[in-house]
Structure formats: structure tokens, C-alpha cells
């Protein structure tokens, strides 16, 4: 590697380690990415590339050599297009290039994840889980019931108190992000399992309608524990069921009984249309296995 490319990259390094304060591991990808761009032209033209003559074509091309014979995937390639701009970026500013060959860099789209969800069996081994037979079991099996059929976030089930639930209009006041209000209906199986719990759950001066042990507010993280519990207790999700999977599952079920996008938006609580159209795209052929949850 020319003295100039060289001393770029030690003093990237450093840029990253003093300015950036990244960790050990992180630096040493940047690094490395850069390392193997030059190899890459090494191997091209039998020598090794000066700094200030790295043109556009010479990243496109070998962006194109890592997809195309590498087969990486566009979260990797991406992250190599990151190292490259910043890279190139710090070069600009410190004098080592007149102008960045990254500038104009695009990283690829990444593909979205599909929503994982629990079909109708999972469901419904999940609430045999806990045990009933004290009040905390039935705030548990509760805290279940509600997550997978009003598919409120962790977050909004934590700050739920006891009156912001309308049994008189069957609905549930939820302040979602950004401090939004919105409405979630209840169907009568969600109210039952309520009613059940609240007439059981301990008086306390605590407004919230998931209390502890200790009579105060559940913590997320209690939440979260619980529910990894009875995920593997149910054989659902061994590593770990998630508060945001029942939500996955009330949303798509909505979509599988043809509940418009529109709604399912408005009872999700999602500010853009574009977080919701992810339950349009769910494998149409797990969709086929799951049977409605109306027998639950």
C-alpha cells in the first residue's frame, strides 16, 4: 500500500478511536473493509492503487465483484459502502483527496424482515401456561390475553391504568409514542379475562392495572421476563417470546380476517401507513396453517 494510503488509514483509525470514540471490534471492520478494497485492487491492476486516483467506477466495480462472485448480502454490502464513504469522507476533509469516489454511494435496500407471529395452537398453549390458581397467575394470563388481542406495545401495556378501561363501551384509552391518544377495542373475551383479573387483583393506591408483588407498577422488563417464561414453558419461541410478537399476531390475524390496512393502522397505533403494509407481505403459505383464533 502507497505511504499516502497508508497514513490515511492510521490516521482514520485514530479518527475513529479519539473522535469517534468506536469500539475495538467496529474500528477494526472499518479498517479491514478498507484493507480488502485495496487488495481487491491490487489483485486488479498488479499494484497497488494510489489514493487521489480512486474513481467512482472503481467502487462500483468492486461493489459488483462482492455481490456478484462473493455473493454477499445487501446488510453486509451495505455496511462495506458505509466504511468506504466515511473513509473517503475523512480523506476529503483532510486534505488526502480533492474529491470522495463515495460521495454519490447508495447503499442497497435491505429486505424486510416478515413479521414472526404465533398461530392459533401456539396461542393457545401459551395461555395454559401460567398457573391460575392465584391472583398473580391470573395477571399473568391476563397480561397475555391483552397483548395478543388488542396488540398494544410493551410500553402502552406498562402505563395502562385501571381507568383508562371503558367496560361500559367495550374500548381502552392507550397512550401510544410521541404521547398520542387512541381507542382499542375490546372484544368480550378481553373484557371477561379483565374483569376476572381486576376483581382479584390486591387493592393499592397504585393506579396501574399490572401491579407486582409489591402492589406498584410492573416494570417492561418484568413483563418480558414473564413472557420468555411462558414461552418456553409452551414450547413457543424457546429463546425467547416476545411482548412484540403478540402484537405481531394480533396484526396479522386482522389482515387474514380482511380487516382493512387503514384500521389495522389505527388500532396498531403506527404514524405511517408504510409500518402497517409489512402484514400485507406476510408468506402466504403460513398464513394457510393458521387457523382464526375464534375458538381460543
Avoid at 22 to 49: C, K, M
Wanted: some cysteine; hydrophobic content about 40%.
Amino acid at each position: 500500500m502507497p505511504p499516502r494510503f497508508s497514513r490515511a488509514l492510521i490516521e482514520f483509525d485514530s479518527y475513529l478511536t479519539t473522535e469517534r470514540n468506536l469500539a475495538v471490534g467496529t474500528r477494526r471492520e472499518y479498517v479491514a473493509d478498507i484493507e480488502q478494497f485495496v487488495a481487491h485492487l491490487v489483485e486488479l491492476r498488479g499494484a497497488s492503487p494510489r489514493l487521489e486516483r480512486i474513481r467512482p467506477d472503481d467502487i462500483r466495480g468492486y461493489l459488483t465483484f462482492l455481490h456478484e462472485k462473493r455473493q454477499l448480502g445487501s446488510a453486509r454490502i451495505a455496511r462495506i459502502i458505509s466504511s468506504l464513504r466515511q473513509f473517503f469522507e475523512f480523506c476529503l476533509d483532510r486534505g488526502f483527496v480533492s474529491v470522495s469516489p463515495a460521495a454519490n454511494l447508495r447503499s442497497p435496500k435491505k429486505p424486510r424482515k416478515l413479521p414472526i407471529f404465533l398461530i392459533a395452537n401456539e396461542v393457545k398453549r401459551l395461555f395454559e401456561a401460567p398457573d391460575q390458581s392465584n391472583w398473580r397467575g391470573v395477571r399473568d394470563y391476563t397480561i397475555l390475553v391483552t397483548l395478543a388481542f388488542t396488540g398494544v406495545r410493551l410500553s402502552e401495556l406498562v402505563r395502562l391504568n385501571a381507568d383508562d378501561i371503558d367496560f361500559a363501551t367495550g374500548q381502552m384509552r392507550i397512550l401510544g409514542k410521541g404521547s398520542k391518544e387512541r381507542f382499542v377495542p375490546l372484544n368480550d373475551f378481553v373484557q371477561q379475562t379483565l374483569r376476572t383479573y381486576l376483581s382479584q387483583r390486591p387493592e393499592s393506591p397504585d393506579p396501574a392495572v399490572f401491579v407486582n408483588k409489591s402492589l406498584k407498577r410492573m416494570s417492561g422488563r418484568s413483563i418480558q421476563n414473564l413472557m420468555k417464561k411462558y414461552g418456553q414453558q409452551a414450547g413457543v419461541f424457546k429463546k425467547g417470546l416476545s411482548p412484540h410478537k403478540l402484537r405481531h399476531t394480533f396484526a396479522t390475524l386482522l389482515h387474514m380476517k380482511d380487516v382493512d390496512i387503514l384500521e389495522i393502522q389505527s388500532l396498531l397505533g403506527h404514524s405511517s401507513i408504510t409500518s402497517t403494509q409489512i402484514y400485507t407481505h406476510t408468506n402466504a403459505d403460513h398464513i394457510s396453517c393458521a387457523p382464526a383464533l375464534k375458538d381460543i
